[in-house]
């Protein structure tokens, strides 16, 4: 008998094991049916005051309105720098190492210095990663490191760069510091980590054209940024780019951000002359696929040379008859996706700019809104625009300037919103 209750016991204790488990399964099935089908649209919104171009860090959610394609949606996310949830950051800053532009600066200890010593008082959890263009002067683009926490390695990352400017930028111009010793012939930019080689790809981003065509763009496994291009009629052109061209770099950077930290707040910050030669629709496409991946884009623009800004009259006329931008570039992309730009001239300058882009890259707000089960993707993308109101001491209504991208592409639906990016995806939505 006493055999028998102890077998009934555990017989018993069996079934509420199961019942426990499909319980736990339903549940478990429950959440991911509600993920698979919730499609919500995240973004990231700076708020400042029109006057005194401070962030303003204390609204609620009932003090901003996301319109999309001009119609209100109610918000169904809300996260703000300081409260639990929020997003660390992945941050990749793009170093323009050209020899008569940025080079001319980024040459210098003093300034990298700076610029290691505002990262390394990022919050623990934030990442940085580092490419530079023009390495040596050849026209090729690397990494210098992938993402990592640790600042050292940051640092050490920096501390390479004026060897990496090419051998010509080595006289010195009038009042610009020293010249770097000439770099050594074995001199390589820090491996990648092995993490996050790309030895499958990294995953494509598909726009949609205004002719009816398509732009497909990923990037290869030997490096390479390929374009390919499909129209109408299935007529298919393919571009292949190694060199450190502006679309190709901001794709690049974004799509590893994508792949390799896809919850994160994904930024790209980019150091140069402001002086960056590309064809619009290049331009354009670069910006659509920032807008559709979410990823901030902001610029540190240094001093020009006296040279170009005297022609700027003449080159901006001839570009637009080319149907190419000079310059200009990063303040249009920024304005685009919530990012902004700041112009440095001093070496003061560089620590206090890129604290200042880094402080509004934390201290945004996050905003979603859900899309009915009625939206679907379309290829196509829907404007944004987001308000918020807020009130002075006094009660009186404060006038503010929001930053935000302009922009979004539905999610994809069901199987292919599963996946961040792959070796081949459909698109990459958010």
């Not at 679309?247 to 980019?270: G, V, Y």
């Amino acid at each position: 008998m006493i055999k028998h209750k102890f077998l009934l016991s555990i017989f018993t204790f069996a079934m509420l094991l199961s019942g426990f488990a499909c319980v736990k399964a339903q549940e478990v099935a429950a959440d991911e049916a509600v993920r698979v089908r919730t499609r919500v649209v995240f973004l990231d919104a700076l708020v400042r005051d029109k006057r005194t171009g401070s962030a303003i860090p204390d609204l609620k959610e009932k003090d901003f309105e996301v319109l999309a394609d001009g119609r209100a949606r109610p918000l169904s996310y809300f996260n703000r720098e300081g409260e639990a949830g929020r997003r660390p950051l992945a941050l990749v800053i793009v170093l323009d190492l050209n020899r008569i532009g940025a080079g001319r600066f980024l040459r210098r200890t003093d300034i990298l210095e700076a610029m290691a010593n505002v990262l390394a008082k990022l919050p623990p959890e934030d990442e940085v990663a580092l490419m530079a263009l023009d390495v040596g002067g050849t026209g090729r683009r690397e990494w210098l490191t992938r993402f990592t926490r640790d600042r050292a390695q940051v640092l050490s990352a920096m501390s390479i760069v004026p060897l990496l400017v090419a051998e010509g930028a080595s006289v010195p111009e009038p009042a610009e510091g020293n010249p770097p010793p000439p770099p050594p012939a074995d001199v390589q930019p820090i491996p990648a980590d092995n993490n996050a080689e790309k030895k499958e790809g990294t995953g494509e981003v598909k726009t949609g054209n205004k002719d009816g065509s398509v732009t497909i763009k990923y990037v290869n496994k030997d490096g390479a940024m390929v374009t390919k291009t499909v129209t109408k009629d299935g007529t298919e052109t393919t571009d292949t780019d190694y060199g450190f061209e502006f679309s190709a770099a901001i794709h690049e950077a974004a799509l590893l951000t994508i792949a390799e930290r896809p919850n994160s707040q994904a930024a790209l910050l980019w150091v140069s002359d402001g002086i960056s030669p590309v064809e619009y629709k290049d331009r354009d496409q670069a910006e659509a696929s920032l807008i559709q991946m979410n990823v901030i884009f902001s610029a540190l623009v240094t001093e020009m040379k006296t040279g170009f800004k005297l022609f700027k009259p003449i080159l901006k006329p001839l570009g637009n008859w080319a149907g190419i931008g000079i310059y200009g570039t990063s303040q249009h992309v920024a304005g685009q996706t919530g990012g902004e730009v700041v112009s440095v001239r001093r070496p003061e300058d560089y620590a206090s700019g890129l604290q200042k882009i880094v402080g509004n890259l934390t201290g945004r707000y996050s905003l979603g809104f859900t899309l009915a089960e009625t939206e679907h993707d379309d290829g196509q993308m829907h404007t944004l625009e987001v308000r918020a109101r807020a009130r002075d001491a006094k009660g009186k209504e404060r006038k503010l300037i929001v930053a935000s991208r302009r922009g979004y592409f539905m999610p994809k639906d069901d199987e292919s919103a599963k996946s961040a990016v792959t070796k081949a995806p459909e698109s990459q939505n958010k």
